[in-house]
Structure formats: C-alpha cells, structure tokens
C-alpha cells in the first residue's frame, strides 16, 4: 500500500510554482502603502545630508573653503575626508581608486568634496552649494578616442580570448574586411533615486537603510569608513524602486556619507541626491568603440574574428573589468567562430565611472556580434538571417579538431537551443512573406521604407567571478505553522521575491499566505552577492529550498518516530501531510515537533555547480547554463528626417520551465524596452568641460508609452525546462531579454539600406537616434551611387 | 523664510499645513502630510511619479506650488480605494501586472483616473496618449495600457468620476 502510495506523482499536483501569481508586493503598489526608503517614517531629530560636487573634470584640488557652508542656516556638520574615521575608500575592487571623499585629485565632473547635514533637506541642499573651491584645471580625457590619443591608460586588467591561429586563419580567409562600431552608453534613470537613511545605535552600531542591490558590500563598505567591524553594521532593503545594475555598486557612496553623518552627530541621517547630480555622479552602461575584422567566405561563413572592445570605464575602475570581461564572453552571440581573437580595453576616462547596467556588457559584445554578421551578409548579398543561421553553434564539422560547439573561452555550448529559437519564431511571425512584402513595399515608397530584422540572443548564466555564486537563506516556522522566508536576494520589480516564497510553499505544501516574505538584511544572511547577473532566483531559490528540505528531512525523521511510520511514507501534499495512512495538517505536525523539542528553523545555502574560470588562461566554463532568445522587429522610417516607429515585434524566449510566466513576461517586455531606449533614443551627452549635459528625461530620451512598439506579440518557448538541475528547471530571465532589442537596430538599418538597394551596408552606430538614421540614409545613397 | 498657512480636500479630508512660500506640493503631502502615494522621480516635471489631481486634472505636484492649492481638492493613489475595496484602476493593475518595482504606479494611477474621468472609454492611443508623460522604466508598458482598457471595459469611469 505504501508504495502504492509513493506512485502518486507529487509534483504533478498544482502548487504555486510555475503559477501566474501577482507580484507579491502588487496590492500595496496600488495602494500606494509600499514602503521605499524614502518613505519610511521620520525618526525622532532626523537629520538631511547633502553632497557638495567639484564642478572641474580633472585637476587638483587646491583649497576648499567651507566657511560660507558652515554658517549657513540650519547646518549642523559638515564633513570632508579628515571626519572619516576609516578609510576613505569606497571602491569596490579594493583597488583603492574611489575615495569617498576627493582630497586633492580631482577626477571627474561631481566628484563629492565634502557633505552637508543640516535640519531639512533644502538647507542642506542650498548650504552645498556655498563652498569655495579653487581648482589647478587639467584637460580631461572624456571619450574613448581622447583616452587612447593620451596614452590609452586602464582602469583595469584586459582580458584577452584567443582561440586558434588568428593571423593565418584571416591570411586564408577567401574574403575579409575591416569596420568599426560605436555603441552607446546608457542612464539607469532607475525611477526611485539613490538614497540611504542611517540610524545609530549604541557602541559603533549602525543601521543603513538604503536602496541597494548589494546590502552585503555597503555593510562591508560602512564599516570600513566607519572603522568598525561589518558586525556592527546592520544594512536593509524591503524593496527598491528599479535598479538595474545602477544599485550594485553605486548606493554605496550615498549610505556610507549618510552613516558617517549619523555616526558624526549622533542622529539619524538621510541623504537622498536630487535627480540631475544622481544622474552625474553615478556610473552608467559602459558605451564602446568595437573595432574588427571579418574573415569570410562566399557562402557567408565566417572563419575569423578579430574584435577590440574599448570602452569607457570613467574615474576608476568599479565593475569595469568584469562588465568588459562579459563583454568578451557574448562578442559570439549565438556564432561559431572557427578562429578568433577577442580583447578589452577598459580605458581610465574623466567622467562618471560606468557600471553595471542590465546586461553587464553582454548587451555591447553581442552588438558587435551582430555587427559582424550583418557586414557579411552585406558583403555576400545573403540576407542576414541566413549568414545568422549559417553561422550558429553547433553540427559536428570539424576545424582544427574542434567541433563547432566551443566558444572563444573554451567552454562547450552544450545546451543550444538558437536555431530551434530562432527557426520557430521565423515562422511564427511569418518573417519571410514579410521580409518579402517589405522590399516589394520600399520599391514603391519613397520617402517612407520599411525594415525587418530578426536577431537571436544567447546569454550566459552565472557570475565570471565564481565565488559570487554562493547564496544563503533563512527559514523559520512558527508554532501556528506559518513561515518566515529571507534570503540575500533584493527585490527591485523583478519579483524575486514572490519566486522565492512560490518555492518555499510549494516545498511545504502550503499556500502562499502561510509565507511571509521579509526585507533583505544583512542581519539575518551574512556575506551575499550582489542580486546582479539575473541570478537571483537561481541562487536564493535554491538556498530557500535547501532550508525547507532541512526541515522538512527534521520534520519526517520526527514524524516517522512520533506515528510509526517509514520516513518514506511521510509525504509533503498541497495542504496537508501524508503521515501513512492517514493526512494531518502542516499545523499540526508543526506542532506536534514542537513539542517534542524539534527545531523548525533552518539556514540554506547554495552554490553553483560545474563552474570554473581560469582568467589568465581566458579558458574555463564560466556559465552554467545559457538563456536564449529571439526577437523580430518591424520598423518604418522617414528618410527625409530619420524618424521612426516600431511598428511590431515578436519575440520567443526561453525561461526554462518559468517558476512564474506572469512575472517572467514583465520581463522580457520591460527588457525588450530598456534595450530598445538604449540602442535607439536614449543619447548621453558630455560637454568638452566634462559636464554631463543630459540629465533628465527632458534632454535624455527614455522610451514612454507611444514608443513602445505598436504590436507586441511575446511568447514563452514552451516545453524547454532547462538542461541543468536549477530551481525547478527555470531559467534565469533578468538580462537576457534586454538583448532582444538588438532586432531593432537592425531592422532600422534594413530600413535604411533600402536606399542603396541593399548593396551598402549601413553600418548603424547605437543608439540610432533620428540624426544618425537620417545620417545613415545620406551615406548609403551616396556611396550606392558612387 | 515665514511660513505660510495653507488649507486644502486631501483625499476628502480637510488638511491644513504651513509651507514655505516656494515649497512644493510634492514635499507638503510627503513630509507635511504624510501621503506617501505620490513620489519623487526627478522634481523637474519630467517624469510623472509624483501626479496627483487638483480639482480632477492631473497635475505634478513637484511642479506645483502648496501655497497655490489653497481650497482646493487632491487626489492621490492613497485615496482611490473605498476602505477595503480597490478601486477598479487598483484591481485591473494588479489583475494585469502593471507594477514591477511599483515607483511609477501612483502616479500612473492618477493619469488614468484623470482619463477615465473625463473619457470613461478611451481608445488605446488614447490611454497611450493620457498616460505619455508617465515614465515607467520597468514593464515596457504594455500591461499599464491593458489595465486601463481592462478598468474601462469593466465601468471604472463609471463607477468613480
Ligand atoms: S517628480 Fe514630478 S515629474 Fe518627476
Ligand atoms: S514599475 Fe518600475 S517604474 Fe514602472
């Protein structure tokens, strides 16, 4: 009978993994009762801090005279590098290049002097702008062509990817050509600011309540300016308004002033930066120069690649060496490249110092990617999406023994899915017939043309820097049965956290209001990674879920003795528990264990298998696993403005087996979007002193709702559970879909080689604003009819 | 800086503050008041978070002097619900998850509640029009727009004016 029992297939009964559930926080979003940082209440003689900025680009910083700041009205502190009582160093490499506060060398435009405290926000505000600061100017270096002209200084190692003999394998290539592509920065414009609140306790204690997606290191970082242990410091966050990358390393300024302020004056501090110097100070998408040569043949298969990404990493070096690093690992997109060479060069800048951003240089290398293709196809007259397909991963041809599954890294794709991606969508959205009816189109329209594009994304899983995989969690059941769900993971929108609490349910049977999600603290899992690298259900799904299994396994040790039971025939049901023949509610086994002295409550930790990175050789299997995708774009432009519109995308992506659709969709459409702004509308801009010229949405484009394109068909690639044992077969879908939006670009310049018959490739740099569509178009008439 | 007394509906209470003479809206029902719907995004007028409704029109509140409210009525997202009950706006956002990180939902909230006021049947590129100058960096907007279609399908500019 029992096994008979045991047949029961458990996991085929519904539980709330893989369900369409709201976004935990979703009632109180509508509501507007969501607590964000700057939304929790005042506490008693709370204090405002505000930064005082450089307003030169590069120089030394002769004399700062605070005079005027101190006698301002309400101002109770002021504080420069001599109030830091620990290092004042918040650079996140320990490289010892990010002083909290500059002393001497002035590094970029907004570079913190000092801080302000005063009563209310606005007399902080205004006393920072009455410093006396006197500067020895020196010309910065704001782009990657002044870096180089200059010496070409690194913030950081470059990497260098180097499989085969390159020189000769070009040397044989039947054909070859040569280009170079500029790809765009981009703002987070996360829509809630920086901003930290940090309250003292007693002997060296703080609390930091900050917007961040990193609490581990601005614990780390508090305590190192502080001078006390990370012991003393406790860092929170319920929820973010957006991240993006932008909240990796960059709240770390704003909680550490605002701790040293509370630490200082022994009262609460908050510091919230208004938006524009936000959007000067901190560090945005690392725009590129990509330069490479192609070898090829007539059939439009490559044989070689030979890519240098530049890019400008700004002040110091932050995330820049591995967001370069990520850059090279995605420069194959979904591509075999039989020999290939592939370096970085993380040029030092004087400008905001660039940083994570949703793709993490991944979005640049696959750009070049693509770029690479679409040059052969121009010079072969192949469309595209067949130099694409040609060129995919996988097959068992054989060149210099490899076969065609190894990467520029070594590591074997060993989970290709691209051309299954890329072949359904082909025909789901009729892209052929379509592609068809374009040109016939074009041909009879003269200032309107039409482009379509359809481009795959295959993004790799995991963080290059192998022990960030790790994660910990932490699990408490109380006597009435109900849970308490924590883990490192922070919650920004992208609704790790409901993912997390589905697991921890379903792995208990219970409903999802039996589990309470509770705010990310450093005080309850110590030493987390950043939630970064769209690994975060991967991680803390799987530490959540190890936690439940200890207590479950105490649960059915317990169970097993207490009724007499085999441990096998004691089963966790949706709602109930199977103790042998007969089914008790979790309530009562819970507290039947309490009773008798069975702890119920547990850690879980996690680390990622498989994984290894070997830098200086650039060989390794950095990835678990790779998420693909694909996306068709169709887009109509004016070639007497360069103006355009999306008139539809479809896109198929692979999420595994979604632990959440609902959530899983938001994004890939967010994705999709963000990506689209960054390759087509949203231009940064410096000035030749270094100052950041766009900083609002007034003068920085960001996509609103009639950018969106005007068909939007998405779909989830059904029955792909992911090939690797992940937390339920899911797969992780933070950054990938951003790259999906690679299709538009391309469709823009399929738009625009239209004025050239398709004979000139129009070499479209990112972000296509109108100016450069409008550009491109002139060029490629020109040259079609030279 | 004198303050200045200033007395307004807020959510169809009599509220009453004092405020500097320059001090905005937004700060008066954040920090004042203690209405936490409406949020900074950028205190430039360029992005929409922090929308409210005075005497039925959407408008900025970071843009918005207190002092020039004076007897007026606000509205913010706090207000929408009837106790318990979510107003349909509310339901149709959560029902088509039109929040991610939630920071653009007040506001987006109020621009559709101005809309459906005024339009209790909009077409798309109407909803697409009213809610243009609501930064959402998050969902791509895709599930915003079907929620307001979705809330005006079922009444909701009907039911609540
Ligand atoms: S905060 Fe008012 S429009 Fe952005
Ligand atoms: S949900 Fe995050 S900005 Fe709209």
Redesign the interface.
């Known amino acids: 009978m029992a096994d008979a029992r045991r047949k029961l297939d458990i996991a085929a009964e519904a539980g709330p993994v893989g369900g369409a559930l ?2 935990d ?12 940082i ?2 929790i209440a ?1 506490p008693d003689g709370l204090l405002h801090a505000y930064l005082g900025l450089s307003t030169v680009a590069h120089g030394r910083l002769l004399s700062l005279d605070l005079a005027a700041v101190r006698a301002a009205p309400g101002v109770v502190g002021v504080l420069t590098a001599a109030d830091v009582p620990g290092v004042n160093d918040i650079s996140s490499t320990h490289r010892q290049d990010e002083p909290l506060f500059a002393t001497d060398r002035i590094l970029f435009h907004g570079q913190p002097l000092f801080a302000v405290v005063a009563g209310t926000r ?1 007399q902080a505000r205004h006393a920072a702008t009455l410093a006396k600061a006197e500067y020895a100017e020196e010309a910065p270096l704001i782009d990657i062509a002044a870096a180089r002209a200059a010496g070409g200084a690194l913030v950081t190692d470059p990497l260098k990817l180097e499989r085969g003999d390159i020189a000769a394998a070009l040397a044989a290539s039947p054909r070859r050509l040569k280009g170079s592509m500029a790809i765009g920065g981009q703002e ?6 920086q901003v930290a609140l940090a309250v003292p306790g007693e002997d060296e204690d703080m609390q930091v309540f900050v917007s961040t997606q990193h609490p581990s290191e601005v614990q780390h970082m508090v305590g190192a300016v502080l001078g006390a242990g990370s012991h003393a410091v406790t860092v929170e966050v319920r ?4 991240g ?1 990358g932008g909240k990796e390393t960059q709240a770390n300024l704003f909680a550490c002033v605002a701790a040293l302020a509370a630490r200082k004056l022994k009262r609460p501090v908050k510091l ?1 930066p ?3 110097d936000d959007m000067a100070i901190t560090g945005k998408r690392h725009d590129f120069v990509c330069d490479y040569e192609v070898g090829f043949d007539e059939d439009g298969s490559i044989h070689a690649v030979d890519a240098l990404y530049a890019a400008r990493c700004g002040w110091n070096a932050d995330l820049s060496g591995p967001v370069t690093d990520r850059a090279l690992f995605h420069m194959d997109n979904c591509y075999f490249y039989p020999a290939v060479r592939a370096r970085s060069e993380p040029l030092f800048t004087n400008t905001c110092s660039n940083t994570a951003f949703r793709g993490f240089g991944g979005p640049q290398g696959m750009v070049g990617a693509e770029r690479f293709i679409e040059e052969v196809a121009f010079a072969t007259g192949l469309d595209p999406l067949e130099v694409r397909k040609r060129n995919l991963y996988g097959g068992n041809s054989s060149t210099e023994g490899l076969g065609r599954d190894l990467t520029p890294y070594y590591q074997q794709v060993e989970d290709n899915i691209a051309g299954h991606v890329i072949s359904e969508l082909e025909r789901r959205c009729d892209y052929q017939a379509r592609r068809a009816a374009i040109r016939e189109a074009n041909a009879k329209s003269p200032v309107i043309k039409r482009g379509i594009a359809l481009t795959p994304v295959k993004f790799g899983i995991s963080f290059t820097a192998t022990w960030f995989n790790q994660a910990g969690a932490l699990v408490h059941v109380y006597k009435d049965g109900t849970v308490a769900l924590n883990h490192g993971g922070t919650e ?4 790790l956290y409901i993912k997390v609490a589905q697991v921890v349910a379903q792995a208990f049977g219970l409903g999802l209001d039996a589990v309470k999600i509770t705010a990310t603290t450093t005080g309850k899992v110590p030493n987390t990674s950043a939630t970064a690298a769209s690994s975060g259900s991967d991680l803390n799904g799987m530490a959540a879920l190890d936690a439940c299994e200890t207590i479950k396994r105490r649960l059915t040790e317990f169970a097993a003795k207490h009724w007499q039971e085999r441990p096998e025939d004691i089963a966790f049901l949706p709602g109930r528990v199977r103790v042998g023949a007969r089914e008790i509610a979790f309530r009562e086994l819970i507290q039947a264990a309490y009773m008798a002295r069975i702890q119920l409550s547990a850690t879980g930790f996690y680390t990622t298998p498989k994984i290894h990175w070997d830098r200086k050789a650039g060989r390794g299997h950095p990835f678990y696993y790779f998420a693909y995708g694909a996306a068709a774009a169709e887009v109509a432009i004016d070639t007497l403005t360069g103006e355009y519109k999306v008139e539809r995308v479809d896109i198929l992506h692979d999420c595994g087996q979604s632990l959440n659709p ?2 899983d ?2 994004q890939i ?6 990506g689209m702004g960054w390759l087509t509308t949203e231009e940064l801009v410096w000035d030749r002193k270094g100052r950041l010229w766009t900083r ?3 003068t920085y484009k ?5 950018d ?1 394109p005007r068909i ?1 068909n998405v779909h989830l690639l059904e029955n792909a559970p992911n090939r690797e044992p992940t937390i339920h077969r899911s797969k992780a879908v933070g950054e990938p879909p951003l790259m999906l939006a690679i299709s538009v670009l391309h469709a823009l310049s399929d738009a625009v080689a239209s004025v050239g018959d398709y004979r000139v490739c129009p070499r479209l740099d990112a972000p296509a604003t109108p100016e450069r569509v409008l550009d491109a178009v002139e060029r490629v008439r020109a040259e079609a009819a030279s | 800086m004198a303050k200045l007394p200033v007395q307004f509906r807020l959510n169809g209470s009599d509220r009453a503050g004092f405020v ?1 003479p320059a001090g905005n809206l937004l700060d008066l029902l ?2 004042g008041l203690g ?10 007028g ?2 929409g ?1 922090c929308t409210v409704l005075i005497d039925g029109e959407p408008q900025l509140s970071c843009l918005t002097l207190a002092i020039s409210c004076e007897g007026r009525q606000i509205e ?3 207000g ?2 009837d106790g318990p009950n ?1 107003h349909p706006l ?2 149709a ?3 088509n ?1 039109a ?8 506001g987006m ?1 109020t621009a559709a509640r101005a809309l459906l006021a005024k339009n209790p049947n909009p077409t798309r590129d109407e ?3 009213a ?15 079907a929620a307001i279609l979705a809330a005006a399908a079922g009444g909701a500019g009907m039911r609540r004016a």
């Open positions: 709201a976004h926080s979703a009632a109180k979003h509508v509501a507007g009762e969501a607590v964000y700057d939304d005042a606005e987070h414009f996360y829509l809630e600011s929820r973010m308004g957006g993006f919230r208004d938006r524009d920004m929108g992208q609704g609902a959530i969709r938001g459409e967010g994705g999709f979007v963000q609002a949405p007034s960001i996509p609103v709702a009639s969106r939007f | 500097d954040r920090r209405d936490f719907a409406p949020k900074y995004g950028c205190g430039q360029t992005c978070v913010t997202a706090s929408m619900a979510l509310q339901q956002f959560m029902d998850f929040a991610q990180c939630g920071f653009c939902t007040p909230l909803v697409v029009e809610i243009s100058g609501n930064i959402c960096r998050c969902t791509g907007y895709e599930p915003i727009i």
